[in-house]
């Protein structure tokens, strides 16, 4: 008797161990990864010579020259026309960005900023801003008020949708500024002294 109850015991102890293998063996196997890709909310900046023209740099510059004056008894006086540059952003954050814009000469105001020449008199040109290209949906904030001080901003954006972004270098943001110079356009409008007058604005653009 001793002997059948510890066969059986041993057979009931396989019996247990191979279903357990069998139920194992059955159960499906998962591996997982959770994959995560992070983007840096970015603005770029350019100036650009047309609206059309495409971004080709990250924080790019540029030399915009005005049309000289032209004097002379042939043609009497002719007065350099207005001027318009361009400036061109990308935001990939739809909080969107702010441009601060300073002249880099002294005595600034709101509208008007000078060029300046060794030894001479000032040249004071005045300035205007206004929205040339974009997509802005319904919900989009979108202001400009031109200050070349750089105590506020000048432009101040934010995007209601994904798609309003100007993430393509190609289609920008594009923002147009209108300089003009005084009229000489007789004698009694006086000359100011012959040289090279030199100014500019310096754009920066900060994300909101």
Sequence with gaps: MLQTFSLRIFSLRCLVATTLVT?????????????????????????????SDPM?????????PFTPYLGGASVQMLSA?????????????????TVTLTSTTAGATSTTAKFT?????????TAAISKEAGTFSAGANTSHSINLTGSTPSIT??????SDLPLSATAPNVWKISASVP????????????????GGITAVVSLR
């Design 81 to 97: 026309p207005s001027k318009d540059f361009y400036i061109g952003i990308m935001c990939n954050r739809t909080a969107g960005y």
């Design 56 to 64: 080709t740099d990250a924080d790019g510059g540029a030399s915009i």
């Design 157 to 162: 954006v934010s995007f209601a949708t994904e």
């Design 117 to 125: 020449i060794a030894g001479g008199s000032e040249i004071v040109y």
């Design 23 to 51: 139920c194992l063996a059955s159960m499906p196997l998962k591996a997982l990864a959770d994959l995560t890709v992070g983007e840096s909310a970015t603005a770029y900046i350019q100036w650009l010579s047309s609206a």
């Design 183 to 198: 009229d000489i356009t007789n004698v009694a409008d006086g000359l100011v002294m012959a040289g090279s007058y030199q």
